[in-house]
């Protein structure tokens, strides 16, 4: 009588099917991870244009109220930083005809403008006055957001823009009310002109 011998079965090259699934599961994990950074550039920079176009709006009631624009976050909100202060188009203490708060109360730094930490660890917001467009306005007012990271400050700029044609003014890239500042260390000027006078 002869013995059977066990046989072994070979093993055949490839993958078992638990194995291209814990493949596809780590490649699912990279592809969510890069998307995500991505949106969260275009979704702050959302929210970064959102504020500066609710403090734009501020900035026009306080004008309503006092005839002169702020150039300190701080002044739509804060009655005491008024007091006194001159810091706006009129060069006046405007405490008088000051009738705020026009906006939600914001962290501001030593000079009176919002700090925005959740764009960018040193991302301040102000009004500030200049000839930012093209237009022909002598002056204009705007809300400028600084040291913003460049792809947020460039997923604002297309969130204000709405995708206008670009072009130049001074060092500025333009479309409609926005401005764009030229980059510099990973960091941009962002800014959203609400008012200007000829």
């Given at each position: ?5 066990p046989t072994?079965r070979?093993r ?5 099917l ?6 596809l ?6 592809v ?5 950074y ?5 979704s ?5 244009y959102?504020?500066m176009a ?7 009631r306080?004008?309503?109220d006092?005839?002169c624009?702020?150039?300190q ?10 007091a006194?202060n001159t810091?706006n188009?009129c ?9 705020g ?22 991302v301040t ?5 200049g000839?930012f ?5 002598n002056v204009q007012?705007?809300v ?7 792809k947020?400050?460039?997923?604002a700029?297309k969130a ?6 670009t ?5 500025n890239?333009v479309?409609g009310n926005?401005y764009l ?11 959203y002109v609400?008012?200007?006078?000829s």
């Amino acid at each position: 009588m002869k013995l059977k011998q066990p046989t072994t079965r070979r093993r055949q090259g490839g993958f078992t099917l638990i194995e291209i699934l814990i493949a596809l599961g780590v490649l699912a994990v990279i592809v969510a991870g890069v998307v995500s950074y991505l949106n969260l550039s275009k979704s702050k920079g959302q929210v970064l244009y959102n504020t500066m176009a609710s403090i734009a709006s501020a900035a026009d009631r306080f004008d309503l109220d006092t005839s002169c624009y702020p150039f300190q976050t701080d002044l739509l909100f804060d009655k005491t930083a008024v007091a006194g202060n001159t810091a706006n188009s009129c060069g006046a203490d405007v405490s008088s005809t000051w009738n705020g708060p026009y906006m939600q109360t914001k962290s501001v730094d030593a000079n009176g403008n919002v700090e925005f930490t959740q764009i960018g660890p040193q991302v301040t917001i102000s009004i500030v006055p200049g000839s930012f467009l093209p237009n022909g306005s002598n002056v204009q007012y705007a809300v400028q957001a600084n040291s913003v990271p460049q792809k947020i400050a460039a997923q604002a700029f297309k969130a204000c823009s709405g995708g206008a044609a670009t072009t130049t003014s001074g060092s500025n890239t333009v479309a409609g009310n926005c401005y764009l500042g030229t980059a510099s260390g990973g960091v941009n000027t962002f800014g959203y002109v609400f008012a200007g006078n000829s």
